[in-house]
């Protein structure tokens, strides 16, 4: 009978899962690293220690070991997608030489925004009242890009000014940002389907769309009220 326990005992030891050995800032990246996932797919509201545990293989007790409270964590997640969104909006701005309207630009812009999702945690941060989703550098790559499309419109002839230049940029960024939240669902409301193929063909439309307005009527651009501007 005893070595008939012992025998079991040994079984589940064996079969006992093995803890993977971390060393503390290695746990504390995984720990955030998980929670930045959840909170993308779930937002703010949606992030619980005891999910964020078990997907890093933990204890409930390990996470508030790094992280003291729901909302410490919460607090040092929002800041580290807010850091990594910042970062890779910054290096397509500060590469991009051709102005916001460009289909290549365009493309990279909406794999940040959707495929990276982060266009879902601009949404969760506005809502929710974390921040801030701007920050100096972020707007000096905006501006950037609109002296830059500004500069080559001006530079083939075809005139208007700074603000109708700048419209343009924004109305590419908040479509794009649109699209990440609810792209799928708005084009199949609209009868077009939801594939990949028709969002696709949008940008580009979307694209040509700005690029033509900015580089139309040399000598002056009517606006939808019937002014001139030059």
Known sequence: MGSARRSTTRAARRRAPVRKRRTPEEAREEILA???RRLKRDGPTGLKLQDVAADVGVSHPAILHYFHSREE????????????????????????????????LMERVHQVM??????????????TGHGPLVTAPMREGWRAIIDQTHAARTAGGFQGDR?????????????????SIAGAPSFDAAGLGTSAA?????????????AGHLMSMPGGMETPGGARMS
């Open 114 to 127: 959707t495929e990276r999702q982060h266009g879902r945690l601009l949404a969760w941060l506005a809502l």
């Open 73 to 104: 964590l919460v607090a040092a997640v929002v800041e580290r997608a807010a850091q990594e969104l910042h970062h890779d909006l910054l290096e397509i701005l500060s590469t991009a030489t051709d102005g916001s309207a460009g289909p290549e």
């Open 163 to 179: 603000e109708d230049t700048a419209f343009c940029v924004v109305l590419s960024s908040l479509a794009l940002f649109a699209m």
């Open 198 to 210: 028709i969002q696709t063909r949008f940008r580009e439309w979307l694209a040509a769309l700005i």
């Open 34 to 36: 998980a929670a930045q």
